[in-house]
């Protein structure tokens, strides 16, 4: 049987109430949204049950309701209200259907103040629950040029309806669905009984509905949805691919400006402990560029302070200061260790070309006895300290005319946190659509 399909409005069998009819001849039933009565479409409405004994859920959308989405004209005829529950969450969402004489029915939903548009999904795809609870990976179909990768199964039922649909809904009817997730959609595989159907989603913003219906809608989205796309921005992607690339060219760089070894200033000279203090040439071709000096000693268990002076072509002081040379090594427990360093270096820029005296002395020096050796050797190596200096041999060279690549490793790094930001937020916002996934490769 169908229905008088030149027919715009009945009275509620049940309550009289006048109703509108909206939404098409593939209506089964209308709900009264006065009574709750569900009556039979295509049995003259005849009532049927009363379905409603709970408060109309909160919607900026009414039934009647007319406005444009995706280029298509629709008119609200149903609501519904789907309730979730597992251990001691609830999740609840209010679906609205809509009917375009174009277009046919589709599905409005709110969801934590986020809007999805759906359609029937009609080309021959399926995800099973049995396919999910078997699979050792993530399952996954593939339709069109789209993947779509599990995320979730849900077992929801029914708390509140009223107005047309297309099907009998019957309250507390339970409907089991499983998603599955793609970078700008969701197919959904809802099985009721023996009936099962698939559907397409996409976020729907909230400016795009208000627009389309002329209304302000005042939903607040809550967190990140599934289906929400990432707000890149207009300059997004070129800000974070010429950031990253100017980061590579600033590292290249300095890298290239520290790694150049300039002129020899002073060439390798070795100094024993007899010949300190010592006095140095340091010859300086160019001003302005660095010069940097090297020590490296021969501390074994021992330390030295060197005491660093350096006047210029005129005899003039340029700086005093000073380097300590150590190194440790000894054995324990946990096997053989050794720290220390037995080189140092000090970087100065000369303001004059010339020849720069140097100037080294020990000023302090030192040997290290808490050995963890057995109690002899430890007194036959403080014996063998005690005949030794701590330093015997200095190896002293300069080099001038150099560069520093600091600076361009501080612009590398602004560059690269520039860069990453923009990732880091492409990807954070990725793992707060599948936040909700009940899915765990852990598993």
Known sequence: MTRNAELKAVNCSSCGAGLDI??????????????????????NYRAIRKFNDIKRPISPFAIGMTGTLFGADYTVIGTLQHEERW????????DHQLYSPTHGYA??????????????????????????????????????????????????????????FTWSPKKGEKTTTVTALADDAMLSFAQTGNEREAWLSQ????????????????????????????????????IKWASAACAVICLIIGMNLQGRSGEIALKRTVLTAADLPAELPVIVSEAGKLTRI???????????FVGIELTDPEDEPVFLAGRTVEYYHGRDSDGNWSEGDNKAQLTFRPLT????????????????????????TQARLKTAAQNRPALSKLTVSAASGLSSGLYMGFLAIAFGLLAGQGFLRAWWHRKARWRGSDW???D
């Open 294 to 304: 090297r020590l490296a000693g021969n501390t074994n268990n021992s330390w030295a």
């Open 22 to 43: 909206l939404g098409g001849g593939r209506v089964t039933v209308h709900i009264c949204p006065y009574c709750g009565t569900e009556l039979d479409a295509l049995d």
């Open 440 to 442: 765990s490769d852990e």
């Open 107 to 164: 599905w409005l939903t709110i969801e934590d103040g986020h809007l999805v548009f759906t359609r029937r999904y009609r080309r021959p795809v399926w995800m099973s629950v049995h396919w999910v609870e078997r699979s050792e990976h993530r399952p996954k179909v593939h339709t069109g040029s789209r993947s779509f990768h599990y995320y979730d199964t849900s077992t929801s039922r029914i708390t509140f309806a009223e107005g047309e």
């Open 353 to 376: 070309a010339g020849t720069y005296t140097l100037s080294l002395e020990v000023e302090e020096s030192g040997h290290w006895t808490e050995l963890s050796y057995p109690q002899s």
């Open 203 to 238: 976020y729907l913003p909230a400016g795009d509905a208000e627009t389309g219906f002329g209304i302000q809608t005042g939903l607040k989205p809550h967190g990140i949805h599934p289906l929400q796309p990432f707000k890149a921005g207009p300059n997004f992607g070129f």
């Open 87 to 94: 251990g001691v969450r609830t999740w609840i969402w209010v």
